[in-house]
């Protein structure tokens, strides 16, 4: 569900489940109250010469009392967890318009480009990188650089590629063959906020993920 960012509905999971405690209290209210009509029903057609065990309906009492403190429990509860959407929804506005690194072998594909930043942990003697689209099909396969550390790749696509989401794999070897390990981090605009199952996720180039999984940002320049 794509939201707008000003008005982004962050406690709409929340609120769901406020209304459950809600009907939940509704519904005990009304247990309570036949409650009360059964015993004063009861109360006035006992035997005076067998009464009735007033720690029965004591108990009742009180097991009515608990789950009402309980249900009133999951109401703070549930306000608690409200307001701390509402607050991460609100920080999240921060990202918008900015580019992100994010951990993912996917970046999205805008204006003809994708971006992607790939580190390798030693240094290779070989390094291919090859990007491919969501059927598996090989749109561009070149060499890459064989230093350890952090570098930047952007794959400038074919004319008439359309945007989407696109992988990029990195095989990294030394001399004797043997592998060097890599890791993928994609680049891209913050373009939405969106809710998902009652989280709060960035659209970066199309690819959703949490803010958490962010690693970098670089702030957009000023007009």
């Given at each position: 569900m794509n939201t707008n960012p000003a008005t982004a509905p962050a406690a709409a999971a929340p609120a769901a489940a406020a209304s459950q405690a809600s009907k939940s209290k509704t519904k005990?209210?009304?247990?309570f109250d036949q409650f009360l009509?059964?015993?004063?029903?009861?109360?006035?057609f006992q035997d005076p010469l067998k009464p009735m065990d007033s720690s029965k309906f004591t108990d009742q009492l009180v097991s009515f009392s608990q789950v009402e403190q309980s249900i009133n429990t999951n109401k703070n509860l549930e306000s608690l967890i409200s307001q701390s959407k509402n607050a991460e929804m609100a920080s999240a506005v921060g990202y918008l318009g900015n580019e992100v690194t994010i951990q993912t072998d996917r970046a999205g594909l805008r204006k003809g480009q994708a971006k992607w930043?790939?580190?390798?942990?030693t240094n290779a003697d070989e390094t291919t990188l090859?990007?491919?689209?969501?059927?598996?099909?090989?749109?561009?396969?070149?060499l890459g650089?064989?230093?350890?550390g952090l570098h930047?790749?952007?794959?400038?696509?074919?004319?008439?590629?359309?945007?989407?989401?696109?992988?990029?794999?990195?095989t990294a070897k030394t001399a004797s063959g043997s592998e060097v390990q890599s890791a993928i981090y994609s680049k891209g605009k913050v373009e939405s906020i969106e809710a998902l199952?009652?989280?709060?996720?960035?659209?970066?180039?199309?690819i959703l993920t949490a803010a958490s999984n962010i690693q970098a940002i670089k702030p957009s320049s000023p007009l």
């Amino acid at each position: 569900m794509n939201t707008n960012p000003a008005t982004a509905p962050a406690a709409a999971a929340p609120a769901a489940a406020a209304s459950q405690a809600s009907k939940s209290k509704t519904k005990l209210a009304g247990n309570f109250d036949q409650f009360l009509t059964l015993l004063t029903t009861q109360l006035q057609f006992q035997d005076p010469l067998k009464p009735m065990d007033s720690s029965k309906f004591t108990d009742q009492l009180v097991s009515f009392s608990q789950v009402e403190q309980s249900i009133n429990t999951n109401k703070n509860l549930e306000s608690l967890i409200s307001q701390s959407k509402n607050a991460e929804m609100a920080s999240a506005v921060g990202y918008l318009g900015n580019e992100v690194t994010i951990q993912t072998d996917r970046a999205g594909l805008r204006k003809g480009q994708a971006k992607w930043e790939y580190g390798l942990k030693t240094n290779a003697d070989e390094t291919t990188l090859t990007v491919s689209d969501s059927r598996g099909k090989t749109l561009y396969e070149g060499l890459g650089d064989n230093k350890a550390g952090l570098h930047d790749f952007t794959w400038n696509a074919p004319a008439n590629t359309p945007d989407g989401i696109y992988k990029l794999v990195v095989t990294a070897k030394t001399a004797s063959g043997s592998e060097v390990q890599s890791a993928i981090y994609s680049k891209g605009k913050v373009e939405s906020i969106e809710a998902l199952n009652g989280e709060v996720n960035l659209s970066v180039n199309g690819i959703l993920t949490a803010a958490s999984n962010i690693q970098a940002i670089k702030p957009s320049s000023p007009l």
